[in-house]
């Protein structure tokens, strides 16, 4: 039993030194579980940081993009709208099919003043060529910016949009000879 006792004494001894081993292993990979817990903080705050302006260049780019179209369907029904303001003494007496800059310009400016949801624009332009067989209506709104605000200031990202319209008779044609 002397030599079972020693035998069993060694093997108690050496499974006390692993755990013991075991131990000061699991505290290294505890604090190294820690310091990648840090990092991986740190690395996520960064990132985060640098995907904000990226994520407001989106949405701003969108506002943008959704104001232009709505500009582009207003002043293209507004051009549509001045289209119809036809020069009736001349049509009468020559049958030509132009605008009369008097009555074309209202309409057109009418159309744009009925239309819901346009807000504030920077600039309204509605032209009638000097010969006048074409209408056209240039809109400009500044869209104010979102999260890019922090890094452009308050600096508005400038929209335009421009239509031509023409008037055009039941002939084919202007009606000019």
């Known amino acids: 039993?002397?030599?079972?006792?020693?035998?069993?004494?060694?093997?108690?001894?050496?499974?006390?030194?692993?755990?013991?081993?075991?131990?000061?292993?699991?505290?290294r990979d505890r604090g190294d579980d820690r310091d990648r817990g840090d990092a991986m903080v740190v690395w996520c705050l960064l990132l985060a940081v640098l995907l904000l302006p990226l994520g407001g260049l989106s949405i701003d780019l969108w506002h943008g993009i959704a104001v232009q179209r709505q500009l582009q369907?207003?002043?293209?029904?507004?051009?549509?709208?001045?289209?119809?303001?036809i020069n009736i003494a001349v049509y009468r007496r020559s049958g030509c099919i132009l605008l009369n800059p008097a009555v074309a310009v209202p309409l057109a400016q009418a159309n744009l003043a009925s239309q819901a949801g346009l807000g504030d624009l920077a600039s309204v332009d509605v032209q009638v060529a000097?010969?006048?067989?074409?209408?056209?209506?240039?809109?400009?709104?500044?869209?104010?910016?979102?999260l890019l605000k922090l890094v452009e200031g308050d600096r508005p990202l400038v929209v335009a949009a421009e239509a031509t319209s023409q008037p055009i008779g039941s002939v084919s044609g202007n009606g000019c000879p």
Do not use: C, F, W, Y
């Open 1 to 27: 039993m002397g030599e079972g006792g020693s035998a069993s004494t060694q093997i108690e001894r050496d499974a006390r030194e692993g755990a013991q081993a075991t131990d000061r292993g699991d505290a």
């Open 73 to 85: 369907s207003a002043a293209e029904d507004a051009a549509t709208a001045g289209a119809s303001g």
């Open 130 to 146: 000097p010969a006048g067989n074409e209408i056209t209506v240039v809109l400009r709104k500044d869209v104010h910016l979102t």
